[in-house]
């Protein structure tokens, strides 16, 4: 069973960029969909539902900052956090896209570390910004973004820790699919932090518990593998 991974939509029309992506983000544990067009980019962000999108300012068809504008106004996609990529560092440029709603930018030439290091912590970061998902309700749990609070069966339960309470937004988010220790490690953890499997298996522990029956009911284990909201 193949650990369930985030994906990377790469707008770029520079093919050894595209060839980059393909090479290192595998190993970080990404999968990656990619095209050199901006328009085509937006039909994928719709298709594929990537958990971020890394987008060139320099296309052939589109600009990137009408992409990015385009993409902030539509409400399928608005959510999805968007890197964008220059080889310009121009300091008008990157309040230009931060504006239009990009989350990050990064310009070329890059360390693929630093690639690498901005895509996760846009991730982290962006774990409870989607705003078509301030309530998330799965069963008797419903979870409430905003005031980090949970309630089971209307009733609003122990206050969770910020890493027990992302661990079950996770979970919920991503149900019915299991979800691998590494990915749910990088996911509510990060690689920055010394976090092993027992650290999952015992946040998993103490979140069942808070969550009474209904936790030990809905959080199931598969056996050497991971977990997944049932």
Same mark, same amino acid.
């Given at each position: 069973?193949?650990?369930?991974?985030?994906?990377?939509? %790469?707008? /770029?029309?520079?093919?050894? =960029?595209?060839? !980059?992506?393909?090479?290192?983000?595998?190993?970080? *544990?990404?999968? $990656?969909?990619?095209?050199?067009?901006?328009?085509?980019?937006?039909?994928? %962000?719709? /298709?594929?539902?990537?958990? =971020?999108?890394? !987008?060139?300012?320099?296309?052939?068809?589109?600009? *990137?900052?009408? $992409?990015?504008?385009?993409?902030?106004?539509?409400?399928?996609?608005?959510?999805?956090?968007?890197?964008?990529?220059?080889?310009?560092?121009?300091?008008?440029?990157?309040?230009?896209?931060?504006?239009?709603?990009?989350?990050?930018?990064?310009?070329?030439?890059?360390?693929?570390?630093?690639l690498v290091a901005r895509i996760r912590a846009?991730?982290?970061?962006?774990?409870?910004?989607?705003?078509?998902?301030?309530?998330?309700?799965?069963?008797?749990?419903?979870?409430?973004?905003?005031?980090?609070?949970?309630?089971?069966?209307?009733?609003?339960?122990?206050?969770?820790?910020?890493?027990?309470?992302?661990?079950?937004?996770?979970?919920?988010?991503?149900?019915?699919?299991?979800?691998?220790?590494?990915?749910?490690?990088?996911?509510?953890?990060?690689?920055?932090?010394?976090?092993?499997?027992?650290?999952?298996?015992?946040?998993?522990?103490?979140?069942?518990?808070?969550?009474?029956?209904?936790?030990?009911?809905?959080?199931?284990?598969?056996?050497?593998?991971?977990?997944?909201?049932?």
């Open positions: 069973m193949d650990a369930l991974k985030s994906k990377v939509l %790469a707008i /770029d029309d520079d093919e050894s =960029i595209l060839t !980059l992506f393909d090479t290192i983000l595998p190993k970080e *544990g990404f999968t $990656v969909v990619s095209t050199p067009r901006g328009g085509t980019g937006i039909t994928m %962000a719709h /298709d594929e539902k990537p958990d =971020i999108i890394i !987008l060139d300012l320099g296309l052939p068809d589109i600009p *990137g900052m009408e $992409v990015c504008r385009v993409m902030r106004q539509d409400p399928l996609i608005k959510h999805i956090p968007i890197l964008m990529l220059t080889a310009q560092n121009s300091v008008q440029d990157k309040v230009k896209g931060l504006e239009l709603g990009a989350d990050d930018y990064l310009p070329k030439p890059f360390e693929p570390k630093e846009i991730l982290r970061r962006t774990l409870h910004e989607n705003p078509s998902e301030k309530i998330l309700e799965r069963g008797n749990v419903r979870v409430l973004v905003d005031q980090v609070m949970v309630e089971v069966n209307g009733t609003a339960k122990e206050r969770l820790t910020r890493k027990e309470f992302d661990l079950l937004y996770v979970l919920m988010k991503k149900h019915p699919q299991v979800l691998s220790r590494s990915y749910l490690i990088e996911t509510v953890w990060g690689t920055d932090y010394p976090v092993t499997d027992r650290t999952v298996d015992a946040t998993i522990k103490r979140l069942r518990h808070k969550l009474g029956t209904e936790g030990a009911k809905h959080i199931g284990t598969v056996e050497g593998f991971g977990y997944k909201f049932e």
